[in-house]
C-alpha cells in the first residue's frame, strides 16, 4: 500500500477531489479521517506511561515507533487497493511523524481557495444553521458571534479552522516540505477538472486515469451534525465552477483577507 495525504484549506473541494480520486480502481480516499488523532495522542501519551519510561530510552523509542506505524497500517487493513489517500488538514503539522512511520517522504494535495471565498463560505453555513439551530462554538462564545466581523476573526485567528489550516501550509512550506505538496485549487479543479487531475496524475507518478465529471458518485460519507453545520461534506455529481460569493456576503470586511496566499 501507499499513503498518500489530502490536507489544506477547510471548504476548498478536498471532498470533491477525494470522491473523483475515488473513481480510480486503484485508488481509496477516505472521509475525514480520524487516524492523526490516534496516532498524535498515542505518540504523546507514550513517555507518559511509567513502565515506558523505565526502558531504556532506546527501546522505548524503536517500540513506540513499531506501534504506531502498526497502527496506521492496521488502519487501512481492509482496503484492497494499493493506493490510500487519508484526508485530514493536520497532516501538514505531522509531515515528519508520518515519514518516519512509512519509511518514505509522503505526498500531499492541498487543496486550497481563496481566503475570501473559503470565509464566505463558513458565513453562509453559519447563517444557514441559525435559522433553526446554534453551532457549538455559538453557543460556547454566543456575545463574540453577534458581528460578521467577529466571526471572520475568529474562523480565521490562530486557533480557528481557516487560521490553523492557512498557517500549517505555510509551514510546511517553511520547513521544506514543497516538492511533495501539489497545491489543488478550487475554482481550477472546478473550471478544468480534467487538466487539474491531468497535474494531479503527474505530480503521484500514476498512470492517466479518464476520470467522469459529469457523474461523480459521493462514496464518503460523514454525519455532519457533529460539526454543527448541514451539508458541510456533500458535493454536487457534476463538476462546475462556481461563482465567488466573498463580494456579497463578506462586503467591506473582504479587504483584510485579499491577497494572502502563498501557494
Keep these: 500500500m501507499t499513503l498518500h495525504f489530502v490536507s489544506g484549506l477547510p471548504r476548498a473541494g478536498s471532498t470533491l477531489l477525494c470522491n473523483i480520486l475515488a473513481q480510480n480502481p486503484r485508488f481509496h480516499a477516505t472521509a475525514t479521517s480520524g487516524i492523526l488523532e490516534m496516532l498524535f495522542q498515542v505518540r504523546n501519551g507514550w513517555d507518559k506511561v511509567v513502565e515506558f519510561r523505565a526502558m531504556d530510552d532506546r527501546q522505548s523509542k524503536a517500540t513506540k515507533q513499531r506501534v504506531l506505524a502498526a497502527m496506521l497500517t492496521a488502519y487501512f487493513a481492509d482496503v484492497d487497493r494499493p493506493v490510500v489517500f487519508d ?3 493536520g497532516w501538514l503539522a505531522h509531515l515528519e511523524m508520518a515519514e518516519a512511520l512509512l519509511g518514505y517522504r509522503p505526498k500531499v494535495l492541498v487543496p486550497v481557495r481563496d481566503l475570501r471565498d473559503v470565509l464566505a463560505s463558513f458565513e453562509r453555513l453559519w447563517r444557514q444553521t441559525a435559522a433553526m439551530g446554534q453551532t457549538a462554538d455559538e453557543a460556547a462564545n454566543y456575545q463574540g458571534y453577534q458581528l460578521l466581523e467577529n466571526r471572520l476573526d475568529m474562523w480565521a485567528g490562530n486557533n480557528g479552522p481557516v487560521g490553523m489550516a492557512y498557517n500549517r501550509i505555510k509551514d510546511a512550506l517553511d520547513r521544506g516540505w514543497g516538492a511533495q505538496m501539489h497545491f489543488v ?13 491531468a497535474g494531479v496524475y503527474r505530480f503521484l507518478g500514476e498512470p492517466a486515469f479518464s476520470h467522469d465529471f459529469e457523474h461523480v458518485e459521493q462514496v464518503t ?11 458541510l461534506h456533500t458535493i454536487r455529481a457534476q463538476v462546475r465552477p462556481q461563482a465567488s460569493a466573498w463580494p456579497g456576503i463578506l462586503g467591506k470586511h473582504a479587504e483584510r483577507y485579499t491577497g494572502q496566499e502563498v501557494w
Design 87 to 89: 484526508k485530514s488538514r
Design 185 to 197: 485549487r478550487y475554482d481550477v479543479l472546478t473550471a478544468k477538472p480534467a487538466e487539474t487531475m
Design 221 to 231: 460519507s460523514e454525519d455532519d451534525r457533529v460539526y454543527g453545520f448541514d451539508g
